[in-house]
């Protein structure tokens, strides 16, 4: 059986004679051999630790303090001690994925009162694999033959203020956007073609619909809905909200606010198409997602994760940045023209930030100028993105490591107060 909450294990029977390489390649997910999972060795001893700072500079990067927050391109998060740990015990036996999938995707269910979860390699990753699920389910036909839809539903419903740069995930499986403005065009819209309502969280605010109202419409019409909650972790009830709100599926980044692996996503939400979703991904062989591989040391790396993060003081950690960002306001409080305040984005890093604004007729630069001049100083530092024609500075102080926010304190004031001069 497998574990609770997470997908089920297809299983096959093989016998010696029709065993082969090729058909273990074709179905390693789904058939798990026994005898190849407990050798009873024991693991390699560790090689020697290779410092990443050597590793980036023999490369000839430069690293830098993370003053952005949890951008893909700039990496992100960095792993906690524990999460490390995990990926490296996990990276040094064998396992069968489809009893990984299920064993973790069953422990981080029952962490954030799912009904199942799935490990995807990252965000994108499991809007493809949620979609696939709800146009193919687990029909092996259905699955081989997308992205041609032909005789499958092959709608999903969108705002059209929700149309994003992350949409392809959901194209990719060859389905038709469909956009509405009200809810009213949402009701009309649902049709015997719709396989899926979709609604991107962090665009709550540009859209006429409500999340309540969309999950709402799809409980009343049948039609599952997937929510796109990647950059909404904290805070950490929303690792549960969205569920309860009554979406059937709800995706999130795991290299994120959870700080497990980059290359790691978080589908959670109803078992028979979190199941559906694992047949329609890696490892299974001609299925759309296969592409989108998601090792051992993920899936551990990320169900490490969130027990870290279920069990944080999240109090505590608020506290902390909030004092960072302190730091900075006091840091530049002097300088002539400027002023510096913490805010809270709404959605998307709903964490303390510092806003840094300034006089451009007092200190002539703009945030371009003030941010190259930060990743020309030793260390380089990062900064959020932001206009670059603007006179405003933005820090995120949520990914950096202790006192990096002293050192980017120190820059920024150094910066400003000898443009001022």
């Known amino acids: 059986m497998p574990a ?16 082969s390489r090729r058909r273990f390649l074709a179905s390693a997910g789904t058939a798990p051999v026994a005898g190849l999972l407990a050798t009873g060795c024991a693991p390699p001893e ?6 990443a700072e050597d590793i980036y500079a023999r490369l000839g990067l430069r690293t830098f303090i993370n003053a952005a927050g949890t951008y893909t391109a700039l990496t992100a998060s960095l792993l906690p001690e524990e999460v490390r740990s995990a990926m490296d015990a996990a990276s040094r036996q064998y396992v069968a994925l489809a009893e990984l999938h299920a064993a973790a995707g069953g422990r981080i269910a029952e962490l954030v009162g799912a009904e199942a979860a799935l490990v995807s390699s990252g965000a994108a990753a499991a809007l493809t694999q949620a979609t696939a699920a709800c146009v193919c389910g687990s029909d092996q036909d259905a699955i081989r033959q997308v992205p041609d839809t032909t005789g499958l539903k092959s709608q999903v419903v969108i705002q059209r203020s929700h149309r994003f740069g992350y949409d392809h995930a959901i194209r990719n499986v060859g389905i038709e956007l469909v956009e509405v403005e009200t809810r009213a065009e949402l009701e009309d819209a649902v049709n015997d073609d719709t396989a899926m309502l979709f609604y991107l969280n962090a665009a709550t605010n540009q859209g006429q619909i409500s999340r309540e109202e969309f999950a709402e419409v799809g409980q009343a019409t049948g039609i599952p809905t997937l929510i796109d909650a990647a950059a909404d972790v904290p805070p950490a009830d929303n690792l549960r909200a969205f569920t309860r709100m009554g979406f059937s599926l709800v995706a999130f980044s795991g290299g994120k606010g959870l700080r497990g692996p980059q290359c790691s996503g ?27 591989k998601v090792g051992k040391e993920e899936i551990v790396g990320l169900m ?10 999240h109090d505590a950690e608020w506290a902390d940045w909030e004092a960072r960002v302190q730091t900075i306001v006091d840091a530049v409080a002097g300088i002539p023209s400027v002023e510096a305040e913490q805010f809270v984005p709404e959605l998307a890093n709903v964490v303390p930030h510092a806003g840094i604004t300034w006089d451009p007729e007092r200190i002539p630069m703009m945030r371009s100028d003030v941010a190259q001049a930060l990743r020309d100083g030793e260390p380089r530092i990062e900064p959020r993105p932001g206009p670059a024609d ?22 920024i004031a150094e910066i400003l107060s000898a443009a001022a001069a």
């Open 304 to 313: 490490r994760a969130v027990e870290l993060y279920v069990e944080k003081d």
């Open 4 to 19: 609770e909450g997470g997908p089920m294990p297809h299983t096959t029977s093989y016998t010696p004679q029709n065993w």
């Open 390 to 411: 603007a006179p405003r500075l933005d820090i995120g102080v949520w990914m950096m490591q202790p006192g990096d926010h002293e050192v980017v304190a120190a820059r």
């Open 266 to 292: 978080l589908l959670l939400g109803r078992r028979d198409l979190i199941d559906a979703a694992y047949l329609n991904g890696s490892p299974h062989g001609n299925s759309i997602a296969r592409i989108a």
């Open 46 to 51: 560790p090689a020697p630790a290779e410092v």
